[in-house]
């Protein structure tokens, strides 16, 4: 396996991925889930550009990743706002402990 | 001038719809005229349109490649059906006045009403099967939205769901075979297919048939799904009377009358659905010796009779079968009614606490007697003369066997009526009831509806002419009424069904009256009530399913991390199956 800047581009990008994976399977604090997804998101953003150099639409990619940055960001300041109340609410951030979904 | 009666006769029950439940529930009396008016110009629109039979489309609206276009057609098999749906609707409405008075939420009720008034004229007018479909779930979703009317009852909303998922499978049924033909032909229109079912390869056609014999099936209460139409018996009795005796559950034998020119030739067809009438009409009929509730015993009966019209399809009595469903529609629904008024008034459905109340209510009295001797097809009534056409029909072009049950059935149908009849108004007072007689509104509507029991009959020419003129794939003779009742009465078959009826009655009178009336063998009890073991059919499904789901539960854990595995396991799966199995 050569280093070209192409192929340390997508290790980057599995391993971002695999981290913000990893994270979500093994954690159980609802920060840190908002943390991971915040991982899996950049993920895909750095996935994005990498799309668009090798189709040849480098400025599409950039957009569309452009558009998620502000898409997650959203996502993160809602996601942390429902932490907020969480820990108001239930007095703890444990995931299991506040589940109510249960079939 | 035909197509916009026809908009007109589909819209204004519509718009009355929404009229009537946005003006809310607290002018109740505003509520009651409004429907009224709306149903009665809906009627009349509908009567007006009797002279404008014709067999080309009235409307003709492009929708585009997959909708096709959409049609209305104002044949005689449409028309007839959309007068009978919109004069019974009004009647019913205007008993309504009587019956709902004083109820709650009387928006939600007419809504659904007129709703399903504008629908069942839509569903036999419509000249796109796609669009039938779509009326007939519409027709289904009024049913089961009425029959829970009074969703406070949990056997009103056990009933209704009931109602809902059993026409599904016939919904199921309707649209499979659409689909086909569809496929076959590249269009929805209904000529169409009757014109064309040569060319749809055999093994399509006969998918096509047998899938339409369940959609009847189901509609119209036949076995093997005759079980929902008792249950529906919670309804308000004026929904009873017309949705579930005189209209929607004729969906069903219209849908057979109207495909029978494409379906005759279909292997086995005409047998199976002489089969299922057969069955049906027998099944039932016994299932009404034993009931003891009113309207259940109503119930039973109409899908009895029911079975007639759709063995006199399977028989080849298209016309037969649709006069009957023409008598059947008024005498049942003044027979309904009149039931409906009882209730109202002694404030109990269990015939066994009935008893002697001829005295008390007589025009109720009368009028139902007007309504069960036709039913039992005795002369001069209506219903004589549409039974006597089927079992003559059944005489020449069905097998024997099938001529001869149905035969006893006719005779179990005048055993039943005549029971019926005497636990409610004659015998023994058993028990006493606060009565009180019958409501003007309600009278209106009772006569009018006797008087058509008595006339409806001598329509039988015109009926004819009608379909004669504007059904070309049907090929029909044209007869006038007058040497219909000249062959009927100088028939054998009459003759012997009328003795048959005789001896029904002379069996209630001697051996039957007592045992009949107080309590009948147990045998034939617990085999009735189990609806002949169709009912444990219908727990075992519903008991599978729902087990079924309840160990699907345990994949819903409310867990986060076990969520996430989930997803990350999906998306292995994807990437496998692109990275091996698209190459």
Known sequence: MNFSPLNIILIGIAGLLGVGFYGLLITRNLIKVVMMLQILIKAVVLALVFAGKISGNLGLGQSTAATVIVADTIVAVVGLALAVQVRRRFGTLDVPQISTLKG | ?583
């Not at chain 2, 854990?557 to 999906?570: D, E, K, S, Y």
């Open chain 2, 1 to 583: 001038m035909a197509g916009n009666l026809i908009l007109l006769i589909i819209g204004i029950p519509w718009l009355g719809a929404l009229v009537v439940w946005v003006i809310g529930d607290q002018r109740a009396k505003a509520q009651h005229i409004l429907a009224v008016i709306f149903s009665l110009l809906s009627g009349i629109a509908s009567l007006i349109l009797l002279a404008f039979v014709d067999s080309q489309p009235a409307v003709n609206f492009t929708l585009g490649s997959a909708f096709g276009n959409l049609t209305f057609v104002p044949d005689g098999l449409a028309v007839t059906l959309t007068v009978i749906a919109t004069v019974i609707g009004s009647l019913a409405v205007l008993f309504s006045v009587d019956y709902m008075r004083g109820e709650a939420q009387l928006g939600r009720y007419y809504f659904m009403v007129l709703f399903f008034i504008g629908a069942m004229a839509g569903l036999v007018l419509s000249g796109n099967l796609l669009f039938t479909f779509f009326f007939w779930e519409i027709t289904a979703f009024c049913s089961y939205g009425l029959i829970s009317f009074y969703s406070d009852d949990p056997k009103a909303v056990a009933g209704g769901i009931k109602a809902l998922i059993i026409t599904q499978v016939g919904g199921v049924g309707l649209l499979a075979g659409t689909l086909i033909a569809y496929a076959n032909l590249d269009s929805f229109q209904i000529s169409d297919v009757l014109a064309n079912a040569s060319v749809i390869p055999a093994a399509a056609l006969s998918f096509m048939a047998f899938s339409f014999i369940i959609a009847a099936a189901a509609k119209s209460a036949q076995f093997p799904f005759h079980t929902w139409l008792p249950d529906a018996m919670e309804a308000p009795t004026p929904i009873s009377a017309l949705i579930h005796a005189a209209t929607m559950v004729n969906a069903g034998i219209y849908l057979l009358a109207r495909f029978y020119p494409a379906f005759a030739s279909v292997p086995g067809w005409r047998t199976a659905v002489i089969i299922v009438g057969v069955i049906s009409a027998l099944i039932t009929a016994f299932m009404a010796l034993t009931a003891t509730d009113l309207k259940r015993a109503l119930a039973y009966s109409t899908v009895s009779q029911l079975g007639y019209m759709v063995y006199a399809i399977g028989a080849g009595g298209v016309l037969a079968s649709q006069f009957h469903l023409l008598s059947h529609a008024v005498f049942k629904a003044l027979l309904f009614l009149t039931a409906g008024s009882v209730i109202h008034a002694v404030g109990t459905r269990d015939m066994r606490r009935m008893g002697a109340l001829s005295a008390k209510m007589p025009f109720a009295r009368n009028v139902f007697i007007i309504g069960a001797l036709a039913l039992m097809g005795l002369p001069i009534l209506n219903g004589f003369w549409s039974k006597e056409l089927i079992l003559e029909v059944g005489l020449e072009h069905s097998p024997r066997w099938a001529y001869i049950l149905m035969l006893i059935g006719a005779g179990l149908t005048a055993f039943y009526t005549f029971r019926m009849t005497w636990m409610v108004f004659f015998g023994t007072q058993r028990e006493e009831l606060h009565v009180h007689e019958t409501g003007t509104a309600m009278k209106v509507s009772l006569a009018l509806l006797s008087i058509g029991t008595f006339t409806t009959w001598s329509f039988f020419g015109g009926l004819n002419k009608l379909f004669s003129a504007s059904l070309p794939f049907h090929a029909m003779e044209e007869e006038s009424t007058l040497e219909m009742v000249k062959a009927i009465s100088f028939a054998p078959a009459t003759w012997i069904a009328l003795l048959v009826i005789a001896l029904g009655l002379i069996l209630f009178f001697t051996l039957g009256r007592k045992v009949a009336l107080t309590e009948s063998p147990r045998w034939l009890n617990s085999l009735t009530e189990s609806s002949f073991g169709f009912e444990s059919v219908n727990h075992f499904v519903v008991n599978t399913v729902s087990k079924f789901s309840e160990s699907l539960r345990v994949t819903q854990t409310g867990q986060l991390n076990w969520n996430i595995l989930g997803i990350i396991g999906a998306l292995f799966i994807v990437l496998a199956v692109l990275l091996w199995g698209g190459a």
